[in-house]
């Protein structure tokens, strides 16, 4: 049986030409189907979630293309934008359900990314990178970020981090597309200003003119962000409560998903009698982790992707300021993909870092599963909103999560 299972994890098939497209298009339909189904009233009770009303729908129906460039949060929002765009010809009745569609393909898109031949020199094995693929798509303590369009920004970051993993693409039209797809991503909120060293990890590891052009263009993105950051004088908050209590939070939101169940660690889920147990359990698998991470993972890789990991936790902290030990869990989201990719990526060698890596990915067997449901949100009546918009009877208040927040299209048209 172990025998068995080192063939297929170290596999060196891999397909080809037609049977490449075919089995990665079977993929993404497949992935597209279980994000889905994590929550399945995102289709059945779609609804809008905060700035998917105000922001999206709303500046798009009233500027169309235009509202590209509008700054919201002290960032672009490129992609949420155009994806929104994108789905705006459709009747406006269907806005709330065409935007999860259009999180979800975005979000599994991205998350295809790990099964390029680019990743090779990291995980060789096809086998692993379909593993790869699967844990992204799976990806544990997700309930903002799933089939959201206005989060689709923690995405681009995932996108990100895949590409500054990856090697120089071989043809011109593939390095066009990364650098479109780079512009794109890091124009997309914050997550290419805080993963940028991940870019220069890759013109280190490869040391070639397509790497510095990639370099270049991400920087020139990353730039114009602050630039943009820095004019709308968007204040970073005190961050309150001690060195202990932060360390706790970043502990927490990185790897409690992948020890207990996601919210087990919240305070109202979990007797004194059993946290310290829970505790102990997250513990153990961060030093299981950082250690295989930092010691296996290729080419130094392991310390730069926890580095990124503490750049993450800490710039989400800085953001909540006051708020700190509250920390949402989008905040989280590239935390967890790190610790996906390099419990993936690990090529252990000595034997006791082997045992502890297989004991890693069987203890993560085990406890994947527990959080594979995304909870259900709150449902809310789209319908009236959706035909006053459609009768363009305006004002019209439209409802928006969470809660019983709405907001209201002006007279005069949602339209220019």
């Not at 080192?6 to 596999?11: A, E």
């Not at 079977?26 to 889905?36: D, F, N, R």
């Not at 299981?288 to 991470?293: A, L, Q, S, W």
Request: include cysteine; charge should be positive.
């Amino acid at each position: 049986m172990r025998q068995a299972w080192r063939l297929l994890w170290n596999s060196t098939w891999r397909p080809v030409g037609k049977a490449r497209v075919a089995l990665t298009t079977l993929l993404i339909v497949a992935g597209s189907a279980v994000h889905i189904l994590r929550r399945p009233t995102a289709l059945s009770e779609p609804q809008l979630l905060a700035e998917d009303g105000p922001i999206l729908l709303l500046q798009t129906m009233q500027r169309g293309w235009r509202s590209f460039n509008d700054v919201y949060a002290g960032y672009l929002i490129v992609v949420p934008r155009a994806l929104a765009w994108m789905v705006s010809p459709l009747p406006i009745r269907l806005t709330p359900v065409s935007y999860a569609w259009a999180a979800t393909l975005f979000a599994v898109g991205v998350c295809a990314l790990a099964l390029s031949n680019r990743l090779s020199w990291l995980i060789a094995s096809y086998p692993r990178r379909i593993a790869l693929f699967l844990g992204l798509v799976l990806l544990p303590q997700i309930p903002e970020v799933h089939a959201t369009l206005v989060n689709t920004v923690w995405w681009c970051g995932v996108g990100l981090l895949l590409l500054g993993l990856s090697t120089d693409p071989t043809s011109r039209p593939g390095q066009v597309a990364e650098l479109v797809a780079v512009v794109l991503f890091v124009c997309s909120g914050a997550a290419g200003i805080v993963l940028a060293p991940i870019a220069l990890h890759r013109l280190w590891r490869t040391r070639s003119w397509k790497s510095l052009m990639f370099v270049g263009t991400w920087g020139v993105a990353a730039l114009t962000q602050l630039v943009i950051l820095r004019s709308q004088h968007r204040s970073v908050g005190h961050v309150s409560g001690d060195g202990t209590m932060l360390f706790g939070v970043a502990l927490k939101r990185m790897f409690a998903p992948f020890a207990v169940s996601s919210n087990y660690l919240a305070d109202h889920t979990v007797s004194d009698v059993y946290r310290p147990a829970a505790w102990l359990a997250v513990v153990g698998v961060a030093v299981i982790f950082i250690i295989i991470c930092a010691l296996t993972v290729q080419r130094e890789t392991g310390p730069v992707l926890l580095l990124l990991a503490v750049l993450s936790l800490v710039a989400g902290l800085l953001v909540m300021g006051r708020q700190a030990r509250y920390l949402p869990d989008r905040y989280a989201t590239l935390p967890t993909v790190i610790v996906v990719i390099g419990v993936i990526a690990a090529t252990p060698r000595q034997r006791v870092l082997r045992w502890m890596h297989g004991a890693l990915i069987v203890w993560l067997l085990v406890v994947w599963p527990m959080n594979y449901n995304v909870p259900r949100r709150q449902p809310h009546d789209f319908t009236d909103a959706g035909k006053c918009l459609s009768r363009g009877d305006v004002p019209c208040r439209v409802p928006v999560l969470p809660g019983d927040l709405t907001f209201d299209v002006p007279p005069g048209g949602p339209r220019p």
